[in-house]
């Protein structure tokens, strides 16, 4: 990430948690929200309506339209989760 612009985020999840994210989003000038997702189509059309942001369907959907994001908050519930967004490495034991 270029340290010299504001980070472009998307938010996972248009519901209280999400919009609390999207909202914080907005107001820090060191970010930039770029767009959000829900499964909802009512969550998300309020959401987009309320944020002035792109919305999509799908997490696939939010990634592949917007590829210059740095980063993405994952706002939906634990219990909603069906499998990991992403993986880590281990870190090298050896250095």
Do not use: K, Y
Not at 6 to 15: L, Y
Not at 28 to 48: F, G
Not at 84 to 91: E, F, L, R
């Amino acid at each position: 990430m270029n340290l010299s612009r504001s980070a472009r985020v998307g938010v996972i999840g248009g519901g209280i948690r999400g919009g609390m994210f999207a909202r914080a989003l907005q107001e820090n000038p060191d970010a930039e929200l770029v767009a959000i997702c829900d499964r909802s189509p009512a969550v998300l059309a309020a959401m987009v309506d309320q944020l002035g942001v792109p919305g999509h369907a799908s997490t696939e959907d939010l990634l592949s339209a917007h590829p210059e994001l740095d980063a993405v908050v994952i706002a939906t519930p634990t219990s909603r989760i069906a499998r990991p967004p992403c993986s880590v490495p281990a870190p090298d034991s050896t250095s």
